[in-house]
């Protein structure tokens, strides 16, 4: 069954406009770590934010916060005031703690227009 | 501190050779785990190994084993190569016990003809 899934193969945004990725993910566990990582064309995964399964408020990260709605098992990524450099694939993960595994989902292509 | 980095960057081998990857932890990291990441699609989790034994393992058969040493750099061996391993091979490190803080490399480059 897939573990994380991201319904937006692809996005655009108005420069300095805010935009929202989509992410849904499937556990029974309780206790687990979620991420967001941009991939630009280089290859490289840069670690955006992360929010745990226990924490009460949702993560920030300077432009980034994630939307944890736990009954609903999703973790938006929101970035605002995007800017061209953003333009890339993002991907939305969730770590199972019990079982060490790390399930990453299809991913994201944002596209910035100036 | 230096980051993950990951070697060779570029590779190509033919169907039914055998090939190893190479990555170096960050520097405080004692824990390496690897992915393939199809042209296309998302990482796919390999495994993760820690104290140079493997303690997690995601859907992959026999062939994909690893090694992990004493300074925590790791390996990835893949024996007789089929065509749908070509594909980008991430690894990452992070300190046991933190939560968050995966740093990857830029990956590996495997094309099997």
């Known amino acids: 069954a897939q573990k994380i899934t991201q319904t937006q193969p692809g996005m655009f945004v108005q420069e300095k406009e805010a935009v929202t990725l989509d992410c849904t993910y499937d556990?029974?566990?309780?206790?687990?770590?979620l991420f967001w990582y941009k991939q630009p064309s280089s290859g490289e995964m840069i670690f955006l934010i992360y929010?745990?399964?226990?924490?009460?408020q949702n993560a920030t990260e300077g432009r980034y916060s994630l939307n944890f709605q736990k009954a609903r098992k999703s973790a938006n990524l929101v970035i605002s005031a995007s800017q061209l450099g953003d333009s890339a694939m993002y991907f939305c993960?969730?770590?199972?703690?019990?079982?060490?595994?790390?399930?990453f989902g299809s991913g994201t292509k944002l596209n910035v227009k100036p | 501190e230096t980051g993950v980095t990951q070697s060779p960057t570029h590779l190509i081998k033919t169907r039914g050779q055998q090939v190893t990857l190479r990555c170096s932890s960050q520097?405080?990291?004692?824990?390496v785990s690897w992915y393939q990441q199809a042209l296309g699609q998302g990482p796919q989790f390999i495994f993760q190994?820690?104290?140079?034994?493997?303690?997690g393992r995601g859907n992959f058969p026999p062939r994909f084993s690893g090694l992990q040493f004493p300074n925590y750099s790791s390996e990835l061996n893949v024996n007789a190569l089929e065509l749908d391993d070509s594909a980008l091979y991430l690894c990452?490190?992070?300190?046991?016990?933190?939560?968050?803080?995966?740093?990857f490399g830029s990956g590996t480059r495997l094309t099997v003809v």
């Open positions: 993960a969730m770590r199972q703690y019990n079982f060490n595994k790390f399930y």
């Open positions: 990452a490190s992070s300190k046991q016990g933190v939560d968050y803080g995966y740093t």
């Open positions: 556990t029974s566990d309780q206790s687990y770590g």
């Open positions: 190994y820690y104290r140079e034994e493997e303690n």
């Open positions: 929010q745990g399964s226990y924490d009460e």
């Open positions: 520097s405080g990291h004692n824990t």
